[in-house]
């Protein structure tokens, strides 16, 4: 019987670089920051940076202290406290702002975090499963290094960058992420991508339609009024809101119908 080359690491003895990349690599423990830190969409700067934050290994000035540099110490964000990792990262009120405001671009409201990890594993909890993922993970190393760079440019160069941080965060987002491809599941996703400028987000529903509302003119009010009844006919239910000509609401209600069909929902939605 002739010899046959047979490759022991895949059960069909035929030769993979995977198989061959399993065989020679060690698998460490997963951790809960590796998506974050080692997004293939990410810059290498910043997975370099997000790991250093990750493992607690920036150059604070209570990490010189444990090195024996005895400096004295003040946080040049807040210009209150002496600086620390869990300070510049957790405490500091500077932070706290350019955290919320980071969030709330992506419609999320910030709550404060007592340790890296629970930022982390928040951070990761409310991006599953959304369409815009990507993004609201490379948001957040995106704003350690801005708060990062921030912090060393009053230190070291006597520049004071804090009143465009945002928009600076806002457009390194929509950089990075510009070759991405979304599909926007639902209205508000449609919206953040508009704000993002990302070009490539297509809308999956067949159902819902991107729709503006125009202000009316000026000491005018507009009335927008709806109605639906489930299964048609079913239970049935109108609503409306009123707003000024700057959008302000000056009225809403909506009103049980009891049972009947959507053609008579709509003309008594406007009685
Ligand atoms: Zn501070």
């Known amino acids: 019987m002739e010899d046959v080359c047979v490759w022991s690491l895949e059960p069909i003895g035929m030769f993979t670089i ?21 997004n293939k969409h990410l810059p290498p700067r910043l997975s370099i940076l997000g790991w250093l934050w990750v493992h607690g290994k920036m150059l604070t000035d209570d990490m010189n202290q444990a090195k024996a540099v005895h400096l004295p110490s003040r946080c040049d964000l807040c210009v209150k406290n002496a600086e620390s990792f869990i300070h510049l990262f957790l405490e500091c009120s500077f932070y706290l702002e350019i955290w919320s405001k980071t969030v709330v671009m992506f419609n999320v409201a910030w709550k404060k975090m007592a340790s890296v990890n629970e930022l982390i594993n928040w951070w990761k ?12 993970m490379i948001g957040m190393m995106i704003t350690i290094a801005a708060i990062w760079n921030e912090r060393n440019a009053r230190r070291y160069k006597d520049k004071n960058w804090c009143l465009s941080m945002i928009y600076a965060i806002k457009r390194e987002i929509s950089f990075v992420c510009s ?4 599909s926007s599941k639902s209205v508000d996703d449609l919206i953040l991508c508009r704000r993002f400028h990302f070009e ?40 409306g809101i009123l707003q000024d000509h700057n959008g ?24």
């Open 248 to 271: 302000r609401l000056l009225l809403c209600f909506n009103f049980f119908l009891g049972v009947t069909t959507s053609f008579i929902v709509e003309i008594v939605s406007i009685d």
């Open 200 to 239: 490539n987000a297509s809308h999956v529903s067949h159902k819902t339609l991107e729709i503006h509302w125009g202000k009316p003119m000026r000491s005018w009010a507009k009335l927008n009024v709806n109605g639906c009844s489930l299964g048609n006919s079913g239970r049935a239910r109108r609503g």
């Open 179 to 182: 070759k991405l491809k979304f």
């Open 125 to 136: 909890n409310k991006g599953k499963g959304w369409s815009l993922k990507d993004p609201w």
């Open 18 to 38: 995977k198989s061959m990349w399993n065989g020679l690599r060690s698998i460490g423990p997963s951790v809960s920051w590796a998506l974050f830190v080692w």
